[in-house]
T-cell receptor
Framework: AQTVTQSQPEMSVQEAETVTLSCTYDTSESDYYLFWYKQPPSRQMILVIRQEAYKQQNATENRFSVNFQKAAKSFSLKISDSQLGDAAMYFCAYSHQGAQKLVFGQGTRLTINP | DTGVSQDPRHKITKRGQNVTFRCDPISEHNRLYWYRQTLGQGPEFLTYFQNEAQLEKSRLLSDRFSAERPKGSFSTLEIQRTEQGDSAMYLC????????????FGQGTRLTVV
């Protein structure tokens, strides 16, 4: 079975600085998808960024980028120029087939210090 | 369309009672997913539908749980004879068919069993 591990329960960063959230996963599949989701307090989960395993190039979405190391099964999220609105729970997730049956990590609570 | 809608947002019930939750997906989305999220954990997959067909159920979905999507639009999740361990956030998500798709989440229904 696939598993996703986030080893950082909490992280904090000063506003405008850069922070990296870690994620490792385990799978025997060669083709899969990885995601970072953001869950603000009392609000719905939203997709931050997605990476297809067959793509060697790391995904980037504005201030958000990933470091995808397929051999090491590592998928970290870098947030540049952190903003107060980035404060949330961040979940790393895996799927063998796109949006179906996501397997989530335990989450990392990110605090932004003004 | 305002996104995925879940009702109610909060439910408090006594142990042993039955509860039913409703999810209205984004209208053009064929796939609908149910997840359960306990405090401090990532969401866990429960089941998913392709139109009205329930294609997969997790082992987490005991006999007391049943989900339906009768006309391929909204879905209901019923829990019979609730137990305190059922207390959690129940999340619904929907997506289009295909592998390169995004799952959109609702705000969830928080169930408290007393």
């Amino acid at each position: 079975a696939q598993t996703v591990t986030q080893s950082q329960p909490e992280m904090s960063v000063q506003e405008a600085e850069t922070v990296t959230l870690s994620c490792t996963y385990d799978t025997s599949e060669s083709d899969y998808y990885l995601f970072w989701y953001k869950q603000p307090p009392s609000r719905q989960m939203i997709l931050v960024i997605r990476q297809e395993a067959y793509k060697q190039q790391n995904a980037t979405e504005n201030r958000f980028s990933v470091n995808f190391q397929k051999a090491a099964k590592s998928f970290s999220l870098k947030i540049s120029d952190s903003q107060l609105g980035d404060a949330a729970m961040y979940f790393c997730a895996y799927s063998h087939q796109g949006a179906q049956k996501l397997v989530f990590g335990q989450g990392t609570r990110l605090t932004i210090n003004p | 369309d305002t996104g995925v809608s879940q009702d109610p947002r909060h439910k408090i019930t006594k142990r042993g009672q039955n509860v039913t939750f409703r999810c209205d997906p984004i209208s053009e989305h064929n796939r609908l997913y149910w997840y359960r999220q306990t405090l401090g954990q990532g969401p866990e997959f429960l089941t998913y539908f392709q139109n009205e067909a329930q294609l997969e159920k997790s082992r987490l979905l005991s006999d007391r749980f049943s989900a339906e999507r009768p006309k391929g639009s909204f879905s209901t999740l019923e829990i019979q004879r609730t137990e305190q361990g059922d207390s959690a956030m129940y999340l619904c998500a929907s997506s289009e068919t295909g592998v390169n798709t995004e799952a959109f989440f609702g705000q969830g229904t928080r169930l408290t069993v007393v």
